[in-house]
């Protein structure tokens, strides 16, 4: 066989492929200890999760747990977005009351209420493009990015065919007012670390 011709079956062959496929062949591999795995758009991104990053995920999450019981608010739990092979392990998520896993023991996107995503250097383009896009389309209601690079928060609440209607920032060290999203509080960023 000839280099292209191996490339045309490999092609051939990927044609095939699902996200439990995918996530699957990743279960097999020796991911290193700390790094998170997704699926955005049919690519594999790897990251290392740093302080910084955990920092903020802990607040957020932290002060989630003033309203919500553990088990509705999620991190680094693998939920399936609209798209192609989208399979996401957003950094925080917080679940409709009542929402359960479905047959296969996954979350529905349907079900998600709210999620943050905090800002790496190498993945950003995806919490502010295609993963913005699929939690539109999925009518996540509040979709927040903390960036500690720009030290600075966006949230986004309205979606509406496959895009938000509000796009609000606000600078680390100001309160997110989410009072009148479906989430019903208030966020403090003033512990925000920045990178």
Same mark, same amino acid.
């Given at each position: 066989?000839?280099?292209?011709?191996?490339?045309?079956?490999?092609?051939?062959?990927?044609?095939?492929?699902?996200?439990?496929?995918?996530?699957?062949?990743?279960?097999?591999?020796?991911?290193?200890?700390?790094?998170?795995?997704?699926?955005?758009?049919?690519?594999?991104?790897?990251?290392?999760?740093?302080?910084?990053?955990?920092?903020?995920?802990?607040?957020?999450?932290?002060?989630?747990?003033?309203?919500?019981?553990?088990?509705?608010?999620?991190?680094?739990?693998?939920?399936?977005?609209?798209?192609?092979?989208?399979?996401?392990?957003?950094?925080?998520?917080?679940?409709?009351?009542?929402?359960?896993?479905?047959?296969?023991?996954?979350?529905?996107?349907?079900?998600?209420?709210?999620?943050?995503?905090?800002?790496?250097?190498?993945?950003?383009?995806?919490?502010?493009?295609?993963?913005?896009?699929? #939690?539109?389309?999925?009518?996540?209601?509040?979709?927040?990015?903390?960036?500690?690079?720009?030290?600075?928060?966006?949230? #986004?609440?309205?979606?509406?065919?496959?895009? #938000?209607?509000?796009?609000?920032?606000?600078?680390?060290?100001?309160?997110?007012?989410?009072?009148?999203?479906?989430?019903?509080?208030?966020?403090?960023?003033?512990?925000?670390?920045?990178?």
């Amino acid at each position: 066989m000839t280099v292209l011709e191996d490339r045309i079956e490999m092609a051939d062959e990927s044609k095939g492929l699902t996200l439990d496929t995918l996530f699957e062949q990743l279960e097999r591999m020796p991911v290193p200890e700390g790094y998170k795995v997704e699926i955005v758009e049919g690519a594999i991104f790897m990251s290392p999760q740093r302080d910084t990053h955990w920092e903020i995920i802990l607040d957020i999450v932290e002060q989630l747990r003033t309203k919500y019981p553990r088990k509705r608010v999620k991190s680094d739990v693998r939920v399936d977005y609209p798209g192609h092979l989208n399979g996401f392990a957003s950094d925080v998520t917080v679940m409709a009351e009542g929402a359960s896993k479905v047959d296969t023991g996954y979350w529905r996107c349907q079900d998600v209420q709210f999620v943050a995503e905090v800002i790496s250097r190498g993945t950003a383009p995806n919490d502010y493009g295609p993963k913005k896009t699929a #939690y539109a389309l999925a009518e996540v209601p509040v979709y927040l990015i903390a960036d500690p690079y720009q030290g600075r928060c966006r949230l #986004y609440t309205q979606p509406k065919d496959g895009e #938000y209607i509000s796009d609000l920032s606000v600078a680390f060290g100001a309160d997110i007012d989410m009072t009148n999203t479906p989430l019903g509080l208030t966020l403090r960023t003033d512990e925000f670390p920045r990178d």
